[in-house]
């Protein structure tokens, strides 16, 4: 596995990795029809936008890691009661 992939694939840099996987479970079961996945697409996109977000934040707050570790998402998560996108 290349660089690249690895770190798409750590849990510690990409927040949305589930999102990322159900859409491409969509697209091989149905054929890769994209307007069969629409919701698979919409959910990964809200959860890009919604760590993005958390990210910019803690960027600005001058905390480090900007993106929160998988642990640290985990806990986020369940004090908001899920995910909220």
Known sequence: MDKNTRKLRNQDINPC???????????????????????YFQRYKNCRKYWHNIMVQRR????????????????????????PY
């Open 17 to 39: 990795i589930e999102e990322s996987d159900a859409s491409q479970k969509c697209l091989d079961a149905y054929n890769y029809d994209k307007s069969m996945c629409s919701a």
């Open 60 to 83: 600005r707050d001058g905390v480090r890691p900007e993106m929160p570790t998988a642990a640290e998402r985990q806990e986020l998560l369940g004090a908001i009661g899920g995910k």
